[in-house]
């Protein structure tokens, strides 16, 4: 039995362990960009955010990285858009607190530019919290 255990204890040693994965959902990422109306965008948002709990600040660079989602979201024509760019930088400020505030802060200023915007109280009210 002393063998067996030893045996297998060293076959679980030598097979690699599995890598937890994940990615952002682009659909969800989607859902914010082309947003018609605020239905939705808070929860969007806050999936968002969780997903990049999970994975780890590095999920927020590169191509496929949220950032790229919050930067068009912020300054896109669409003001559903630029809300849910608002609630998003709030979640991610939320969830993941001191570790996103270095991406964050280049993304202050399109956020308070939003704050007043004249076309959507809800824009106005979701960028001033």
């Known amino acids: 039995q002393v063998q067996a255990a030893a ?13 937890k994965t994940m990615s952002i959902s682009k659909e969800t990422c989607e859902a914010i960009l082309k947003a018609e109306n605020n239905e939705g965008l808070k929860e969007a948002a806050d999936k968002l955010a969780t997903e990049v709990k999970e994975a780890g600040v590095a999920s927020l660079e590169g191509e496929d990285g949220l950032l790229k989602t ?9 003001v559903v858009a630029r809300e849910g760019g608002a609630l998003l930088f709030a979640a991610l400020s939320k969830k993941i607190k001191g570790a996103a505030l270095p ?3 280049e993304r202050l200023d399109a956020v308070i530019a939003n ?12 960028s001033s919290k």
């Open 115 to 126: 704050a007043g915007d004249k076309k959507s109280s809800d824009l106005r009210k979701t």
């Open 70 to 78: 919050l930067d068009e979201a912020l300054g896109s024509s669409n």
């Open 7 to 19: 045996a297998a204890a060293a076959a679980a040693a030598a097979s690699p362990l599995p890598v």
């Open 103 to 105: 991406f964050l802060v």
